[in-house]
């Protein structure tokens, strides 16, 4: 504390104290639906650090919910905690894929290559 250390949030409370009216949930539904659409999960930005050489674990682990103290930091890419980090609100949405592949309703097809290909006097980016 002091010295810069020590722990600043805060600290349950020696003994539970019990809430004035009981909470409730609703039951689990009889008749689950399954989603033909998956769901989205959030990945944080790779390889993203921060300029104290912090990444996005330091920030799951230090910051509440959200980066409200330290969200505004810049890092790789010039991106902020906020922007590149789950935790804080950021990263990139994406789609795992499913368990079992599904089949297309129809076939995929491609145009066949041309019969009479051109050369380009600029060279080719790779």
């Known amino acids: 504390c002091e010295c810069g250390g020590g722990f600043d949030g ?3 409370s020696a003994a539970p104290s019990l ?3 009981p909470t409730t949930s609703n039951p689990p539904t009889q ?8 769901s989205a999960v959030c990945f ?3 390889d993203w650090i921060d300029i104290y050489d912090d990444d996005c674990t330091w ?5 509440p919910d959200g980066c409200p103290q330290d969200g505004s930091v810049l890092g790789t890419g010039n991106l902020t905690a906020s922007e590149a980090c789950c935790e804080c609100g950021g990263g990139l949405y994406g789609y795992l894929p499913s368990a ?6 129809k076939p995929t097809t491609s145009n ?4 009479n290909p051109t050369i380009s006097m600029m ?3 790779v």
């Open 123 to 125: 060279p080719s980016a």
């Open 19 to 21: 809430s004035p009216k």
């Open 31 to 38: 008749n689950p639906t399954i989603s033909m659409m998956p």
């Open 44 to 46: 944080d930005v790779e």
């Open 10 to 12: 805060y600290l349950p």
């Open 100 to 105: 079992t592949p599904s089949l297309s309703p």
């Open 112 to 115: 066949p290559p041309t019969q």
């Open 59 to 63: 920030y799951e682990l230090n910051d």
